[in-house]
């Protein structure tokens, strides 16, 4: 079945890069993705990345796909205070399945 | 990127009355919705997928007599909770999709007293 499996919490000193993991088991996953939620917010797509990639840049974040072993990485260099929020992960085969959500928290 | 937009952010109700809750895609035009449920600290469940000019599909477990999902044009899906019960307090959202992923509504926080 379908299964998204992350961390729930990270504490990471403010300045230094977070890395939030992520394991999926569907390997037909066309998309793969992260979102942040802000407390009481909806959703917010940050980045996903094709299936046959490898690495997505996208200014701060940066995303590691190993399909091999269905792992899923986000990195966000230079975390500030901003970047406090629940992230998920997520894939797409027909429909969307998120994993729990890491918290990330700011240490001053 | 797309916008979907979520309407109310807030509802309080008394038990035992309905409410609707509306998801519209403001610049896109959405063949699949989607409708999940967040209980606090906990993450996304999703209670079923609504498709424009058909049934929606609810997931196991979700009462879909309970949970109507009505999705009449290709910006606007509605999900109405009936005879609302305190259990049903949570937050709803929603999402529509496009060719490469699914944005999110602001939520809807209901509370049944």
């Known amino acids: 079945g379908e299964d998204v499996e992350q961390s729930l919490f990270l504490s990471v000193r403010e300045g230094d890069s977070s890395v939030i993991n992520c394991t999926y088991t569907?390997?037909?996953?066309?998309?793969l993705y992260w979102y942040k939620q802000e407390p009481g917010a909806g959703l917010q797509l940050l980045t996903y990345i094709f299936s046959n990639m490898d690495m997505k840049q996208d200014q701060r974040l940066t995303v590691l796909l190993n399909k091999k072993d269905k792992h899923l990485s986000l990195r966000i260099a230079d975390t500030q205070t901003g970047d406090s929020a629940i992230y998920f992960c997520?894939?797409?085969?027909?429909?969307?399945?998120f994993g729990k959500g890491t918290r990330l928290h700011i240490l001053p | 990127g797309a916008v979907v937009s979520q309407h109310p952010s807030r509802v309080i109700c008394k038990s035992g009355t309905s409410v609707k809750i509306e998801c519209r895609s403001l610049?896109?035009?959405?063949?699949?919705m989607f409708w999940y449920r967040q209980f606090p600290k906990k993450s996304l469940m999703l209670m079923a997928t609504s498709n424009e000019g058909s049934k929606a599909t609810y997931e196991q477990g979700v009462e879909k007599d309970k949970f109507l999902i009505n999705h009449a044009s290709l910006t606007l899906s509605t999900l109405t909770v009936t005879s609302a019960h305190p259990e049903d307090s949570s937050f709803y959202i929603c999402?529509?999709?496009?060719?490469?992923?699914?944005?999110f509504g602001q939520g809807t926080r209901l509370t049944v007293v």
């Open positions: 997520a894939e797409r085969d027909d429909k969307i399945i």
């Open positions: 610049d896109f035009q959405a063949t699949t």
């Open positions: 569907d390997s037909s996953s066309t998309y």
């Open positions: 999402s529509a999709r496009d060719r490469v992923g699914a944005f």
